[in-house]
C-alpha cells in the first residue's frame, strides 16, 4: 500500500501564487512517475503536470509558464509551484504517483485532492 498526503491548496486571488505538496509513503520500492492533475466542476480530470524520476517534465499548454514541477526523490515528494494564478485554474488537484512496490509489483495511486479557487 502506497500513502499519498496533499498540502497547500487554497484560497487565492488572481495573479497570485500556490505551493501544493504531496508526499508518498508505504511500500515503496522504486519511484517513478509522479504528477498533478486537475478536476474542475462539470469537467473531466486532466493532467497539469509531471516529471519523471529523471526530472524530466510536461506540462498542460495552459499552465506553460505559469507552473513548475518538482521532486525530492530521498522525501518521494513531488511539488507544483503555481504562479500568476487564474480563475480559470480553479480546480480540485489530485497527486498521482506510479512505481514498483513489494515483491516489484507496480502501482499508482492517487491522493484525496486538495481545492484551489481562484478569485477574480
Known amino acids: 500500500q502506497v500513502q499519498l498526503v496533499e498540502s497547500g491548496g487554497g484560497l487565492v486571488q488572481a495573479g497570485g501564487s500556490l505551493r501544493l505538496s504531496c508526499a508518498a509513503s508505504g511500500s515503496i520500492l522504486i519511484m517513478n512517475d509522479m504528477g498533478w492533475y486537475r478536476q474542475a466542476p462539470g469537467k473531466q480530470r486532466e493532467l497539469v503536470a509531471a516529471i519523471t524520476s529523471g526530472g524530466s517534465t510536461k506540462f498542460a499548454d495552459s499552465v506553460k509558464g505559469r507552473f513548475t514541477i518538482s521532486r525530492d526523490n530521498a522525501k518521494n515528494t513531488v511539488y507544483l509551484q503555481m504562479n500568476s494564478l487564474k480563475p480559470e485554474d480553479t480546480a480540485v488537484y489530485y497527486c498521482?504517483?506510479?512505481?514498483?512496490?513489494?515483491?516489484?509489483?507496480?502501482?499508482?495511486?492517487w491522493g484525496q485532492g486538495t481545492q484551489v479557487t481562484v478569485s477574480s
Open positions: 498521482n504517483a506510479k512505481g514498483l512496490g513489494s515483491r516489484l509489483l507496480p502501482f499508482d495511486y
